[in-house]
């Protein structure tokens, strides 16, 4: 088959772009977000471009276990990131996740190997198609994952982590009124875990829920709503949104009565931000900046720091964590934090509360760094989260922080990992 050809074949367009966000993920250590946008360009129907993803998806969050029956059927194992194994990921999630009929994966994913081993990819293919191959019940967690997690917070974590991996998260709304929450709710079929919030299965378009035109609500998982409920009411207070974008957090502190400087290094980030306070009818003062070089003119009331952080806390949402963050990524994003920590607790009035959080799942970002931090910084104290700030099934540390893992919430669909302390400068 030549190259004309090969575009002729349907569906190939969209099986070569996650080829290439896969080749971006084992790679090179990208973002699979980030390698998607540059994967799907030319593919202009919105349809093929959700498939390329999901596909990319399937494959990372499956891949102990695809490349479990991949190896089952070669002779010796193939290497980790050749194209053949790559290839043959594609096809399996296919079949064995998205439910592609099997003529129809291997179609596409011949091309994908053209001058290479065809036959190889075609044979493998086969004798696992007719031994009826099948992947487990969930997940299973790369080996330095499971043993990292294991390791931190004991036997049954990573059992936890892949019964949430195995299925999707659902979606949560953050509401701008939380008096909106009875209607919406029913309008949606969904439910409230606290004020505020509601949840709902995923799969449903965003921009047809009702209230999405009206800027009713935005999405945010729901413990990473969390942190910015911490501050509680603005009363027209300043406060500072510290690595700020997309903005979930600045849209909950404008709609409770905080004055918002919302800052981030990225402008392309923030342009997002601005769409999405313009859709909500939100306030918020947005700025591109460093935090490492910046810093305010005066003190300021508040201070929200969602800091830069592994993200290895949304693994379910986003399965290539898994594989592109290294325990060398973790100890330099611990270093950026510790740095973050120092300069932002110096912006902060007498009396003035700071809320620290990270979307991870490891100590060196949540836990430690918070011992490091009040052991070089006697002016600083934690001051308790309660439980009526906590939806039911979360609890606070005996610390007063609080941690959200695996498994909490289970029944009720889960929570991303997540570590948040409220913080407080002394009065003089």
Known sequence: MNDRSQNNVPGLPARRAALKMLDAVYRRGEPLDRASHAACQGIRDRADRALAIAIASEVLRWS??????????????????????MVLRIALAQVLVLKTPPHAAIATALPLVQGGPKRLVHGV?????????????????????????????????????????????????????????ETLAKDMDAIAL??????????????????FDAGKWWVQDLAASLPARLLGEGAGRHVLDLCAAPGGKTMQLAAHGWNVT????????????????????????????????????????????????SATGIFR????????????????????????????????????VMVYATCSLERDEGEVQLEEFLAMHDD????????????????????????????????????DGFFMVRLKRSEG
């Open 64 to 85: 102990v276990d695809l490349d479990a029956l991949i190896d089952s059927a070669t002779r010796k194992p193939l290497a980790h990131d050749v194209k053949a194994k």
């Open 125 to 181: 293919f086969g004798t696992l198609m007719r031994g009826e191959a099948s992947l487990p019940d969930m997940p299973t967690l790369p080996h330095d994952v499971h043993d990292r997690w294991e390791g931190q917070w004991g036997d049954g974590m990573a059992l936890a982590a892949a019964k949430a991996m195995a299925v999707p998260p659902p979606l949560d709304l953050v509401l701008r009124n939380p008096a909106d929450a």
């Open 194 to 211: 606290m004020p505020g919030h509601l949840r709902l299965p995923r799969g449903s378009a965003i921009e047809s829920l009702p209230g």
């Open 262 to 309: 919302a800052i981030d290094k990225s402008q392309k980030r923030l342009s997002r931000l601005e769409q999405n306070l313009k859709r909500t009818g939100l306030s918020a003062k947005t700025l591109a900046a460093d935090v490492l070089q910046w810093e305010p003119k005066e003190p300021v009331d508040a201070i929200l720091l969602d800091a830069p952080c």
């Open 317 to 352: 949402r986003h399965p290539d964590v898994l594989y592109r963050v290294s325990g060398a990524d973790i100890i330099d994003l611990s270093d950026i934090q510790h740095e973050l920590l120092g300069r932002a607790a110096r912006w902060l009035k007498p009396g003035g």
């Open 380 to 415: 600083i104290t934690v001051i308790p989260v309660t439980q009526d700030e906590l939806p039911d099934g979360v609890r606070a540390d005996t610390g007063g922080w609080v941690r959200t893992l695996p498994g909490m919430l289970a029944d009720k669909g889960g929570l």
